[in-house]
């Protein structure tokens, strides 16, 4: 059976960024605006954050907006669009006072200030020493941003669709964007979604490696339909792996940790990131961290000769441990059966955020080609998008605030577009492509299980497009993601009917990863050159003079991937070698 909503704003995700978004447009008199979820929205991988939030708010020493600027673009590899950071950076004092005043409960100075402590690659005077400039609850601080936020939209009345699973975007017949189409979990019913305007923050697609911070929601869905849909995928060769995950588990253990003095020491005991970093050390941005751990670890100094090393947070005390980083402390205890207060933590780099993602311009307008053609009525914002304040590698603490700061400015365009736009027609039979994929999906009697590709996706790509990058390695994974495709058009679903039909929706996610896993290994091929998360072994240095540029990658009729670039956006910061 398919239902028909229509609404004038449509929000596909309930993060951190979604849910901005739906404030703002539920702030808009007579707008009609839903959020569309597959998951309870307080569930969503925003709630999993830890560390932080930043903005140079200055509570405990001198701070400004420039110098965060500076550091995103630093961090960034110079590959972030100046004009995007700038707007992020000096919003993002105003976003968190917002934050406060809607009732996040921030952890507090002793005079009643929102705390704040370092981070990776957040500096005073423009690279002089690390700042205080992460303002968090706890090491809970996205479980806090998404339930204050989700209050907010309940309060203010905002639609939700939660357990419905977005499995197609429409375009009219004019190009505009004017709906989705929804899987209800529940009834196994599609149901089409009619508006004059989309937003995607649907979020990231780390699983795609084996050894990943990301939930196992986290499956790109937004991205890779956008990319079914004609429309380019932007910097997919950056994706950045945390330096600290639980080793073997790749459960997060938050840069919080280092920020409030933790150090990563080798087999020897050694505080090797004073080799790596003389300035920053244990607080270098997280790409040269990841890749600190990961030599030490070649070259044999991991933990009796394994592949981990310790963080240690021995010395800070129980009483920081427990009041400031209590979920980590509980997450070892359970997982490791390690007490962090007394032990180090083994860890390793895990797969964690992705830097590309759908085009869009400083308004969450996804932009298409390399003149920047507006697709009218569709945005995205978050994880999903590239804006691109990240560049090649993201700041530690930068993505909460990219949620809050362009999850607000979708909101806002959103709601001044649609005071004025009229609603598209639908396309004919919009429901007509999804309905065809899940009739092959579910005719198949004799094939794989998804499970299993999807390990084997997961290896391949953790062994050859991780943090170390070299060509033919980097061939080996194309040509078996390539051959796990073919394999995948019979992957056996078992469970045949409507009703939470897990099995269905895996099978489908595992076609959106596979393909986001081809268009990350494409164009990590393609960049011969080591920029920010992106180390070629073969490439080892940046080439501003052939690369200063970012990858557009599309899809053509015929299925091929074409690449093309656009220029970055400097306005402020020139290039420079880059050293913490
Ligand atoms: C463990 C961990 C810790 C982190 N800690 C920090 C930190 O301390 N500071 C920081 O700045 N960043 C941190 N990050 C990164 C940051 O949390 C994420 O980048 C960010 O939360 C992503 O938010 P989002 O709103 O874009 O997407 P998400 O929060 O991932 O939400 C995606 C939403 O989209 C919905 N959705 C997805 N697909 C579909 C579909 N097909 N149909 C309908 N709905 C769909 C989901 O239901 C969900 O509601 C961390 C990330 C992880 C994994």
Redesign the pocket.
Known sequence: MIHTHTYDALV????????MSAIYLSREPGLRTAV????Y?T????????????AALGNLEEDHPEWHMFDTVKGSDYLGDQDSIEVMCNEAVDVIIELEHMGLPFSRTEDGKIAQRPFGGHTHHFGQGPVRR?C?AADR??HMI?QTLYQNCIKNGVDFYDE????DLLLSPDGRCCGVV?WHIDTGDLHVFHAKAVNF????F?RIWSIT???H???G??VA?ALRRGIPLEDMEFYQF?PTGIYKLG??I???VRGEGGVLRNDHGERFMERYAPTMKDLASRDVVARAISREIREGRGINGKKYVYLDATHLGADVIENKLPDIADFCRTYLGVDPVREPMPIQPTA??AMGGIPTDIDCRVVTGPDNTVIPGFYA????ACVSVHGANRL????????VVF?RRSGLDMARFCKTADLPPLPENPTERIEATFARLLATEKGEPAAKLREEMQDVMQDHVGIFREGPGMEIALAKVRELQERYRSVLVLDKGKRFNTDLLEAWELGNLLDLAEVTTVSAINRTESRGAHMREDYETRDDVNWLKHTLVTRSDEGALDITYKPVTITRFQPKERVY
């Open positions: 596909v995700g309930g993060g951190g960024a979604g849910l569309i979820s597959k998951l929205p569930r969503s991988h925003t709630g999993a954050a830890q560390g932080g939030v930043c992460s968090y601080t996205g998404l419905f699973q977005v499995v929804a923050t649907t979020g990231g780390g911070s990301n939930a929601a986290n499956t869905d937004g339909i945390h459960i997060l938050t840069e919080g964690h955020y914002a978050g994880e999903v530690g603490t930068n993505s909460l605030l990219d949620l999850g």
